[in-house]
């Protein structure tokens, strides 16, 4: 938690961009129970009540007043009987002061109020609901059928919170570069420890330890596998064979919540194969080029699309792309290979603030969102600006199921070497991410360097 100031000046900043009538609202999270009440899943707080309120604990909830400027903090002291089952815990008092709040009252009390602005007419402002208790919760006080209260979200509200969140301070910074150092360890354990004849779930085990071990735990559930091609896989069942590539995407959300979001794919062996090598190589330059190429003023879809080039450049040169380079992009070839976007905003959230818009986030009045295959998926592509903290994540995957359709389909075939392919569909995929922030100037990586050459990783592979 930071000192109580910064929460402070969070919600004096909000205040003046805010919605000036009204009430409000910002949710903190609840327990989720698993499969009965008292086994819940491992409790993540809210980030937008956590970046304005700093509080990490279940069950509160912030009203903010903009006719007075005043927040009040609501919640429940803690019984007798809680404190012989968890322990002694903060009173309202303490987290108030510690969140720079002098107003604080109960739960119910909360509540009431809200109903109460509800029953006359004033608006109540929140963001969008993305869990079933609050969607219910706030149908029940507004009176509303939860269809209503999905779209009667504030969308000034989530613009507002937007304008602050994607700004990182210096102390959010530092955090970052902890939640990333974190990540660095899980990934140099995986690379150092990962033998032939293990399952992937041995490695994800290491790797989610080391996690907890740095005081937080995993900031999305790690996809660590030799199936890199299922962009999203979180199966850890396979045995891992010489010979196969593993990619770990895998990050710690640190102590205070802070994600890191990190990807390397290193040989099973001690050595990438020359195939293997010729396709990270390439994967590689398009990470470094795009690296470099991150500045304010630039927009990230720019970036995307130097690595959309970079990656059909060096596909073209082994004879598995063809044609024009610039159409090929132009036209959507390369998503083939290369189906998702650069990156995304990261911060307390891997996919920073999606709850409140992805397009508010990543879009605006300059650039609006492609319904092209691949470039769809981009998250973000507006100008850079300092403070921007994101991901830089090419990669190249051989997704037989795709190529299959599309060969079928004879798409693109002007710049798809489709009988070359035949050799590569075994090979899985191939990511390298890293977490960035954007500088008045240029960029800074955020965190100690994790290997990533070959050489590196083959010395790593070999200790
Ligand atoms: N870890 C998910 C992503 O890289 O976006
Ligand atoms: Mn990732
Ligand atoms: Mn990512």
């Given at each position: 938690?930071?000192?109580?100031?910064?929460?402070?000046?969070?919600?004096?900043?909000?205040?003046?961009?805010?919605?000036?009538?009204?009430?409000?609202?910002?949710?903190?999270?609840?327990?989720?129970?698993?499969?009965?009440?008292?086994?819940?899943?491992?409790?993540?707080?809210?980030?937008?009540?956590?970046?304005?309120?700093?509080?990490?604990?279940?069950?509160?909830?912030?009203?903010?007043?903009?006719?007075?400027?005043?927040?009040?903090?609501?919640?429940?002291?803690?019984?007798?009987?809680?404190?012989?089952?968890?322990?002694?815990?903060?009173?309202?008092?303490?987290?108030?002061?510690?969140?720079?709040?002098?107003?604080?009252?109960?739960?119910?009390?909360?509540?009431?109020?809200?109903?109460?602005?509800?029953?006359?007419?004033?608006?109540?402002?929140?963001?969008?609901?993305?869990?079933?208790?609050?969607?219910?919760?706030?149908?029940?006080?507004?009176?509303?059928?939860?269809?209503?209260?999905?779209?009667?979200?504030?969308?000034?509200?989530?613009?507002?919170?937007?304008?602050?969140?994607?700004?990182?301070?210096?102390?959010?910074?530092?955090?970052?570069?902890?939640?990333?150092?974190?990540?660095?360890?899980?990934?140099?354990?995986?690379?150092?420890?990962?033998?032939?004849?293990?399952?992937?779930?041995?490695?994800?085990?290491?790797?989610?330890?080391?996690?907890?071990?740095?005081?937080?735990?995993?900031?999305?559930?790690?996809?660590?596998?030799?199936n890199g091609h299922?962009?999203?896989?979180?199966?850890?069942?396979?045995?891992?064979?010489?010979g196969q590539l593993?990619?770990?995407?895998?990050?710690?959300?640190?102590?205070?919540?802070?994600?890191?979001?990190?990807?390397?794919?290193?040989?099973?062996?001690?050595?990438f194969t020359s195939q293997q090598k010729e396709i990270y190589e390439v994967v590689?330059?398009?990470?470094?080029?795009?690296?470099?190429?991150?500045?304010?003023?630039?927009?990230?879809?720019?970036?995307?699309?130097?690595?959309a080039h970079t990656i059909t450049q060096g596909l073209k040169a082994l004879g598995l792309m063809k044609g024009d380079v610039a159409e090929a992009v132009?036209q959507g070839a390369h998503a083939l290979f290369f189906p998702?976007?650069?990156?995304?905003?990261?911060?307390?959230?891997?996919?920073?603030?999606?709850?409140?818009?992805?397009?508010?986030?990543?879009?605006?009045?300059?650039?609006?969102?492609?319904?092209?295959f691949g470039?769809?998926?981009?998250?973000?592509?507006?100008?850079?600006?300092?403070?921007?903290?994101?991901?830089?994540?090419?990669g190249i995957y051989f997704i037989p199921a795709l190529i299959d359709q599309w060969a079928s389909n004879h798409q693109h075939q002007d710049f798809i070497n489709y009988p070359a392919l035949e050799a590569y569909r075994q090979l899985g995929g191939i990511?390298?991410?890293?977490?960035?922030?954007?500088?008045?100037?240029?960029?800074?990586?955020?965190?100690?360097?994790?290997?990533?050459?070959?050489?590196?990783?083959?010395?790593?592979?070999?200790?």
């Open positions: 938690m930071f000192k109580s100031p910064t929460y402070h000046n969070r919600r004096q900043t909000l205040l003046r961009q805010a919605p000036a009538e009204g009430l409000i609202l910002l949710f903190g999270n609840e327990e989720s129970p698993m499969n009965y009440q008292d086994n819940v899943y491992p409790f993540r707080q809210d980030s937008n009540f956590l970046y304005f309120t700093g509080i990490m604990d279940p069950h509160h909830f912030l009203l903010i007043d903009p006719a007075t400027g005043e927040s009040t903090l609501y919640g429940d002291d803690l019984s007798l009987d809680h404190v012989v089952w968890m322990g002694a815990q903060p009173t309202m008092a303490e987290k108030a002061a510690a969140a720079g709040l002098e107003k604080w009252d109960t739960y119910a009390a909360g509540l009431a109020k809200i109903k109460q602005a509800a029953t006359r007419q004033h608006p109540v402002h929140y963001l969008p609901p993305y869990r079933h208790d609050r969607l219910i919760l706030l149908a029940n006080c507004l009176e509303q059928p939860t269809a209503e209260v999905e779209k009667g979200f504030s969308e000034q509200l989530c613009k507002a919170i937007i304008g602050l969140r994607s700004y990182k301070s210096a102390e959010e910074l530092r955090e970052m570069e902890i939640a990333v150092n974190i990540s660095r360890a899980m990934h140099l354990a995986a690379m150092k420890s990962c033998r032939p004849g293990q399952t992937e779930a041995a490695v994800a085990g290491i790797v989610e330890g080391l996690a907890v071990a740095g005081g937080g735990r995993l900031a999305y559930s790690c996809i660590g596998t030799i299922i962009l999203h896989n979180h199966y850890h069942g396979n045995t891992i064979k010489d593993y990619l770990l995407d895998a990050g710690a959300s640190s102590p205070s919540q802070y994600a890191g979001d990190i990807t390397r794919t290193f040989p099973v062996g001690q050595q590689l330059e398009a990470q470094e080029k795009t690296i470099a190429a991150v500045q304010p003023g630039r927009s990230f879809l720019d970036v995307h699309l130097l690595a132009q998702h976007g650069l990156g995304h905003m990261i911060g307390l959230d891997v996919h920073d603030m999606e709850d409140l818009n992805e397009d508010w986030i990543g879009y605006d009045e300059t650039v609006q969102r492609s319904t092209q470039l769809k998926s981009l998250r973000l592509a507006k100008k850079l600006e300092p403070g921007f903290a994101l991901t830089v994540e090419p990511r390298i991410e890293d977490n960035l922030v954007v500088t008045p100037t240029a960029y800074e990586i955020l965190g100690k360097p994790i290997p990533k050459t070959v050489t590196d990783i083959e010395t790593l592979r070999q200790e």
